[in-house]
């Protein structure tokens, strides 16, 4: 497997932010909408998978659910989408090497925010509700035990949980732009997803969908999504903003200056 170095690595990452914060409205809502919807079906997938599973497996079950959870964005990076924690790196790391504005990266957030929500609620309502995929028997059960988990968290449980939540996303991404082949860029997604949802930190896009599924079920309600989703993005945003692209622009930014100085 053909592999690119840390630096090349911080390199493809900021372009990959300039792309995406340079992308037209259109594809913004088509890719956020998909990424949205991605994130959930790898969710529901994890759902379906180790809901039933005999208790006496203990986190064995937690383990196979978290491994086939990657499929959400091993699906938006090879197939395309764009998804707000993914953005949360790769723009701001775009930003600090002066390749795309502040008032961009809100503009890109915003829509993406709004979009992969879009398409989490379509998976949650559609999939989880009318098909009955997280309203029947175990699935039930095992989705709103999650929600509930999720929501039962204080505002800095949430926060931090979600800033280890991101890192490891926004590593995942990282990993995924070092690799030249689809194996190389779906082993690199797998253990970092795998490990935050197996330790079970926040993800903002994961919550758009697992939280909407018990509130559609009737177990939980928005005010309790509201007060959740405030600390998990702001957490998310900062494990993304600050323990990846700006950890990485700190220890590479000579490198990057002076590509980009060969490049002119």
Known sequence: MAFHSPQ?????????????????L??????GFLAGAFISIGFLLDIRVSADLPKAWGSFGTFLGAAVFPLGLV????????LL?????????????RRVSAKK??????????TNFIGALFVAYFFGHVVGLTETGPFLT??????????????????VSAVGCNWLVGLAVWLAYGAEDMSGKILGIWFPIMGFVAIGFQHVVANMFVIPAAIFAGKLGWGDYIMNFIPVFIGNAIGGCIFVAMAYWLAY????????????
Do not use: C
């Open 142 to 159: 095992k989705t709103v035990a999650i929600a509930q988990a999720k929501v039962g968290e204080n505002f800095w449980e949430s926060l």
């Open 8 to 24: 090349q690595i911080a390199q493809a990452t900021v372009d990959a932010g300039v792309r995406k914060a340079s992308l037209p």
């Open 85 to 97: 924690t993914g953005n949360m790196m790769a723009v701001p790391l775009a930003v600090f090497m």
């Open 75 to 82: 699906l938006i990076v090879l197939a395309g989408g764009e």
């Open 105 to 114: 990266l809100v503009y890109n957030w915003i829509i993406i925010t709004i």
């Open 26 to 31: 259109r594809s913004m809502t088509v890719l």
């Open 253 to 264: 930014k000579n490198d990057l200056e002076a590509d980009r100085a060969g490049r002119i």
